[in-house]
C-alpha cells in the first residue's frame, strides 16, 4: 500500500492516478478525448463525485498551461456567448450532482456524450454547412457544458460539438476551448469545497504532487497536435471523443 495525504492506494491504484494527470496535460494543449478517458481512471480509485473534486485542481493547473501556450488564438465573440449559460449550467450541476449515484452519473454522462458525437458525425458528413447563429445554440450547449462539467468533468464532447459547429481552426478551436475551461472550473471550486466538500486540504496537496505530470502531458500534446493537418484535426476530434465515450460506458 502507499499512503499520501490520509490518502491510501494500492500500487495499481497509485499507476492510474498517476496516468490521470498525464492524460489531462495531454487533453488541455488538444488531445481532447484523453481528457474523457481520465476520468473512468479517477473514478475506479475515488468513486464519481469524489473523483470530480480530485481531479478539479488538476484540471486548474492544465489549465495554466495550456492557456499560456495557446492563449492569443481564443475566440472571445463565443465565449462571451458560453459564460453565462456554464454558469447556470455549473448551479444546475451541483443541485442534482448532489442527488444522484454513481451509477446514474455515469449513465447521464454516457447519454450526453454519444448524443454530442452523433451530432458531430452528422455535421461532419452532411453538405449543409450551416453554422448555428442563434443565441438558442450557445445557450443549450452552454448549459450543458457547464453541468457536464460539474458533474463529471466532462464538458468536453459539448464544447467540441459547440466549437466543431462554428467551423474554428486547430489553434482557435484549443484556445477558446482553454480559455472557457480555465474560467469556468475556477468557478467551480467553491461549490466543490462548500457544497460537495470534495476538495480538501488533503486532497489539494495530492493534486500538487501532480505537476510534473502534466506539464510532460501538456509538451507531449502540443508535439502532437503541431503534427496533425488542419483538415484532418476534426476528425481526430471526433474519434479520441468516440474512444473515451466507450471508455466510460465501460
Not at 164 to 170: A, D, G, H, I, N
Not at 223 to 250: D, G, H, N, S
Request: net charge positive; glycine share 10%; with cysteine.
Amino acid at each position: 500500500m502507499i499512503e499520501l495525504f490520509s490518502f491510501q492506494f494500492t500500487y495499481l491504484e497509485f499507476g492510474f492516478f498517476l496516468c490521470v494527470p498525464f492524460l489531462i496535460g495531454m487533453a488541455k494543449t488538444g488531445i481532447h478525448g484523453a481528457g474523457m478517458a481520465a476520468v473512468p481512471l479517477l473514478a475506479l480509485v475515488f468513486g464519481g463525485r469524489l473523483s470530480s473534486g480530485i481531479m478539479l485542481p488538476i484540471l486548474c493547473i492544465a489549465d495554466i498551461f495550456a492557456v499560456a501556450y495557446y492563449n492569443r488564438h481564443a475566440n472571445w465573440t463565443h465565449l462571451g456567448k458560453l459564460f453565462p449559460w456554464a454558469a447556470g449550467g455549473v448551479i444546475l450541476g451541483t443541485y442534482v450532482g448532489g442527488k444522484i449515484d454513481d451509477q446514474a452519473f455515469r449513465m447521464i454522462m454516457a447519454v450526453i456524450i454519444f448524443v454530442s458525437l452523433a451530432i458531430m458525425v452528422w455535421r461532419e458528413k452532411s453538405t449543409n454547412q450551416h453554422i448555428p447563429q442563434g443565441i438558442w445554440f450557445a445557450a443549450l450547449l452552454g448549459v450543458l457544458g457547464g453541468f457536464t462539467t460539474m458533474v463529471g468533468n466532462l464538458a468536453g464532447s459539448v464544447m467540441a460539438l459547440y466549437l466543431l459547429s462554428m467551423r474554428l481552426p486547430k489553434n482557435e478551436f484549443i484556445g477558446t476551448a482553454a480559455w472557457f475551461f480555465m474560467i469556468v472550473n475556477l468557478f467551480k471550486i467553491p461549490f466543490h469545497v462548500f457544497a460537495w466538500e470534495t476538495i480538501t486540504l488533503d486532497s489539494f496537496l495530492l493534486d500538487l504532487t501532480s505537476i510534473p505530470a502534466v506539464a510532460l502531458g501538456a509538451f507531449v500534446g502540443i508535439t502532437i497536435v503541431k503534427k496533425i493537418p488542419e483538415q484532418y484535426y476534426r476528425w481526430f476530434i471526433i474519434a479520441t471523443t468516440a474512444l473515451a465515450a466507450l471508455m466510460m460506458v465501460l
